[in-house]
């Protein structure tokens, strides 16, 4: 039976106090998060590298991520079709998974007897719902990004950002952490940590990983060919130095060629302050023609490359023009997370296992149902619109929040205190006597 | 055919200063605007978690309410009502929704309302900044250079910008009824427009949400800082009293 508006309200309300105490994880994680959002809505925000700020870079290319977005989300069928043929010509393994379990059996089907998976860090896999699916196998999960190693090191398991997990753990902290776990001390340094994380765990990553996951911060139609961003090495690694690498992405990663993957990986760079060092291209499995012209498979790199393209709720959600379809166009740039009147003053209390913010909300409401949405916080959104504003494709998250919050208050989910507005404004004409 | 002035119901309720101050405003430009008793809430809050049916019921009994007073045109002073009265009345009843709806600051910043007003301040050089409100940068025909032409035709009075402002303001964490439900968003969110005063010695706004979320701020945290309403602070110079004193 689903809980009343009262219980949902009474649960949020107390997470909140949670994070209002000093010296808990929920409080640490905001005072994290408050000077994150801080920093990025500042006017300077990226002057220190770049001649003009982030908002600049964005409104600089603002036309061409609406055009790249409506034409894929208007011609969906024609560009994953497109995508799909060129990617299997070029000797990619393509599934096209309708739906989020089809694709998790199909990735089952892909790890066979391995029982060990070498990840980066995937927003799409969670939504996707394999990280649940390789758990309830007892498959080992190993995060190679250094923020979820860290999280997986605390067993942190509250909403996180998902651009830096681990950011909010103190050098003390993760020293005393490694001591406790792995035996091993360490100078409480930033530099001392890593270098014991180089020492060890790149070894491994460069000689143990038979398969590995990844999502894909874009991908061509044009050419096939998959874009992924980092800055640590670990997505080089892993996508070279294995057996075989799977992409598992929604199919709302497809842009119309490698030139606007590559401006919306940028993109993804300079809206989340991450120096994308290193940007992958990746158009097929490894291989040589060195022998006497004969094409052969699995050269240095990955002998395989797996491509997952789920749909679930995408062609659904445009066909039907569900209330979330505009998120759709997403980028996947998190930009409406920083300036977010909610997610500034709640942090990882608005949030969902998918994430932070108003889009880690709609990815709950999607998959788990409005009841879920409420409990993480939905009612915390004031419908200020600065998602909009900051969205490089002007979606606005606020106003699929507010169709969110009337079915909530129609299904007698929403907090009482509003309900009771809601009834003064039809019966007595003000909701203030 | 009658030109109304649109308090709101959270002004109406809460301000009555303001709302005498902006009746007296507005009618010193224009003695023809009408305050009438039994104003309907716009319904502003209801577009949160009302169905459509409820709000089409309402906006409908808000509209023959206008009807019945033979209201064309309408001053409002609260930035909700401009924001939903713009938007959700003409989304919701087309042609049906015939009225002329301006937001106070508009009517002001009228060229000829403003020489009319021939606004002055005589005392020391004062620097003030202004809120953008959600509710008014937001609207269909968003309101964002009005304010700054009222402020700065005043002799004397400066404008200092907020690091965010203009579209990329800090909503001051009070719409959405989450002032009532969830206080500690529009009190983080407020200490942070205050943090961004700077130079400013007056946090002015046009919005009675803001407003009430600043004065719960200035007053939990004793902060020295004025908030005032735009319209007190109009009333305030034409009467030759110090803004600065609350």
């Avoid at chain 1, 219980?7 to 106090?17: S, T």
């Avoid at chain 1, 129609?410 to 019966?427: R, T, V």
């Avoid at chain 2, 002073?77 to 600051?105: E, R």
């Avoid at chain 2, 909503?171 to 130079?199: H, M, P, T, W």
Wanted: glycine share 6%; hydrophobic share 35%.
């Amino acid at each position: 039976m689903s809980k009343s508006g009262k219980e949902l309200y009474d649960k949020v309300k107390e997470k909140i106090e949670t994070s209002q105490k000093a010296g808990t994880l929920q409080n640490k994680f905001g005072t994290f998060w408050k000077m994150a959002c801080t920093i990025k809505t500042r006017q300077h925000d990226m002057r220190y590298l770049y001649e003009d700020t982030s908002r600049e870079f964005v409104n600089r290319n603002r036309d061409r991520f609406i055009e790249m977005r409506e034409e894929f989300v208007n011609n969906m069928d024609m560009y994953v079709e497109k995508c799909i043929n060129i990617m299997r010509k070029k000797n990619f393994i393509v599934h096209h998974a309708k739906t989020n379990e089809e694709a998790q059996k199909i990735f089952m089907e892909e790890l066979g007897d391995n029982k060990i998976i070498y990840k980066s860090k995937s927003t799409e896999a969670k939504d996707i719902g394999i990280l649940d699916v390789l758990k309830e196998n007892n498959i080992e999960i190993k995060e190679t990004d250094l923020g979820d190693v860290l999280v997986q090191l605390f067993n942190y398991t509250l909403p996180s950002f998902q651009v830096g997990p681990g950011a909010h753990f103190t050098e003390e902290e993760i020293a005393n952490k490694i001591k406790e776990v792995h035996g091993v001390e360490l100078e409480p340094k930033a530099q001392a940590i890593v270098e014991y994380f180089r020492n060890t765990f790149r070894n491994e990553l460069l000689n143990n990983v038979k398969v590995s996951l990844t999502s894909a911060n874009a991908i061509s139609a044009e050419d096939g060919t998959i874009v992924l961003g980092e800055n640590e090495g670990n997505i080089s690694l892993i996508t070279r130095a294995t057996e075989k690498h799977i992409v598992v992405c929604g199919i709302t990663k497809i842009v119309p060629n490698v030139l606007d993957a590559v401006l919306m990986t940028q993109l993804q760079s300079r809206i989340n302050n991450v120096s994308f060092n290193y940007i992958s291209l990746i158009s097929g499995p490894s291989n040589t023609s060195d022998i006497q012209g004969t094409s052969v498979q699995g050269m240095y790199g990955a002998k395989e490359v797996v491509v997952i393209l789920v749909d679930d709720w995408r062609t659904k959600a445009a066909k039907e023009n569900l209330i979330y379809a505009d998120f759709l166009k997403c980028l996947g740039c998190k930009s409406c997370i920083f300036p977010c009147t909610a997610s500034r003053a709640f942090g990882n209390i608005y949030a969902s296992k998918y994430g932070l913010g108003a889009t880690a909300i709609i990815r709950d409401y999607i998959h788990n149902g409005i009841e879920s949405a409420v409990k993480n916080g939905l009612f915390l959104c004031t419908g200020c619109e600065n998602c909009y504003h900051w969205c490089p494709v002007s979606i606005n998250c606020g106003e699929i929040l507010k169709s969110m919050k009337k079915e909530a208050t129609d299904k007698g989910l929403a907090p009482p205190d509003l309900e009771q507005y809601k009834n003064k404004i039809f019966k007595d004409k003000n909701p203030f006597i | 055919m009658k030109k109304l002035i649109f308090l709101g119901c959270l002004s109406n309720t809460k301000y009555k200063d303001t709302c005498a101050n902006a009746i007296k405003l507005i009618k010193s430009i224009d003695p023809d605007y009408v305050v009438l008793d039994d104003a309907p809430c716009c319904g502003a809050l209801a577009y949160h978690i009302g169905n459509d049916i409820e709000l089409k019921d309402h906006v409908e009994f808000v509209n023959n309410w206008f009807k019945i007073h033979e209201i064309s045109e309408i001053v409002t002073i609260c930035a909700g009502c401009y924001n939903y009265l713009t938007k959700y009345y003409t989304l919701f009843l087309g042609n049906d929704f015939k009225i002329n709806v301006q937001h106070l600051l508009q009517f002001l910043a009228k060229p000829e309302n403003l020489k009319k007003l021939n606004l002055q301040y005589s005392g020391k050089r004062l620097k003030v900044s202004y809120h953008d409100a959600c509710h008014l940068r937001n609207a269909a025909v968003p309101i964002i250079e009005e304010p700054r032409q009222i402020i700065n035709s005043i002799d004397n009075i400066e404008l200092i910008e907020m690091e965010n402002n203009k579209t990329n303001s800090i909503c001051c964490g009070a719409g959405g009824g989450v002032y009532s439900i969830f206080k500690e968003n529009s009190d983080y969110n407020s200490k942070l427009i205050f943090d961004q005063l700077n130079r400013g010695k007056i946090l002015l706004t046009a919005c009675p949400f803001c407003y009430t979320a600043f004065k719960r701020v200035k007053d939990d945290n004793q902060l020295k800082k004025p908030v005032i309403k735009f319209e007190d602070f109009i009333i305030k110079l034409m009467e030759g009293v110090d803004p600065l004193i609350e």
